[in-house]
């Protein structure tokens, strides 16, 4: 019998996928240690297979790992949280007011992305309802045309995709939440800046004041 070459990423990617729904769900919480012998046991994999795993989900913001500590699910604190917010408002509220001048491929892309939003909200995976919408607020900062300042957004987003995620699970109606990303890209679609700019800020006010529960 000829040698089976089994592509060991692919564990990682598993163990990682399954860690992360787990995490999107709200069973591992923000400031939860996350044992490797524990993982061993209940994931049946190797030592190093957790390892890559896990380092994989410290690269994306969602794990920390600290000395005499281990590795545990990220936690932000009030001042990490006040200023990401602060950062998120300055590169959103931008992108809205860049509408006028924004390329129709980015005006394309905000457009796609919420089609990946609604689809996942319909689909009811946590995991993917918190990606799309990240993905969606990155597309707002696209619309300024910098790929410099999307990956700025895109490093920010990361650091609350958990908050995002808790933000979508303790909402009371996730369509209520859909329809306003609707009428905010259809505001941005039609360069409706002021009224967009105003519905953009009132959504990320809303969206920190239910981060701290989930600190």
């Not at 163990?15 to 591992?28: I, P, T, Y």
């Amino acid at each position: 019998m000829n040698s089976i070459n089994i592509d060991r990423s692919s564990v990682v990617e598993q163990v990682a996928d399954a860690l992360r729904e787990q995490m999107f769900a709200g069973q591992l919480r923000p400031g939860m240690a996350l044992r490797e012998g524990a993982l061993i046991e209940s994931l049946k994999v190797s030592r190093s297979t957790v390892r890559e795993a896990l380092q994989l989900l410290i690269g994306e913001g969602l794990l920390v790992r600290e000395p005499n500590k281990g590795v545990s699910v990220r936690q932000l604190n009030e001042a990490e949280v006040d200023d990401i917010f602060r950062a998120r408002r300055v590169l959103e509220l931008s992108g809205v007011r860049a509408v006028v001048d924004a390329s129709r491929r980015d005006l394309t892309n905000l457009t796609s992305r919420l089609a990946d939003y609604e689809a996942a909200v319909k689909e009811g995976s946590p995991v993917e309802i918190a990606r799309t919408h990240v993905q969606f607020h990155m597309a707002i900062v696209g619309l300024l045309g910098s790929p410099r300042l999307t990956e700025v957004a895109k490093s920010l987003l990361s650091e609350l995709q958990l908050a995002i995620s808790s933000v979508d699970r303790s909402s009371d109606d996730l369509p209520e939440m859909l329809r306003v990303h609707r009428q905010i890209a259809e505001l941005i679609r039609k360069a409706k800046v002021e009224e967009a700019v105003q519905l953009v800020d009132q959504h990320i006010s809303n969206a920190k004041a239910f981060v701290p529960a989930s600190l």
